[in-house]
């Protein structure tokens, strides 16, 4: 999640949530099975993949499961995932988050009362307790009505603006 405004290097994205969730489970499945599958390349895409779609499903649902078959030495991978544990596991990623929030509102010298509108985009923003902490934080549900891919390509293109010394 990039927030506007701020100039952090924090990666705040669901890629970052992806490797919380892939240390969890490579880390049972090597204590469980005595082999690492975050050692090996191909075991370590599968996993992703599979824990990406995992998240994805945990964003809808209250619980989900996790299944790879043969990841590594014919071994399985299983596990069952309910939104609670997910949202604990989560936690630490959650915690930073809103303090980039609180840093936005600061850093901009705006008061709360100021803000019109929250939009959000990307994959991150659709996990509830994510949403939760935007609500909390700015005091405003926030809204979906833009299309991604235009939205980026715009900021993008504003970028592009406020850096050229034609404009």
Known sequence: ??????HSNRNLGARRIDLLLFELLGG???KKYGCDPRKNVRCRLRLLDNIEKLRKLLTGNKEADINCEALMEDEDLHRHIKRDEFEELIGPFIAEFKTVLEESIEKSGL????????ELVGEATRIPIAIKTITDVYGKEPS??????????????LQAAMLSPNF
């Open 1 to 6: 999640m990039k927030i506007l405004g701020t």
């Open 28 to 30: 049972e499945f090597a």
């Open 111 to 118: 008061a709360k009362e100021k803000i019109d509108f929250i």
């Open 144 to 157: 979906r009505t833009l299309n991604s891919t235009d939205c980026i390509a715009r900021g993008c293109a």
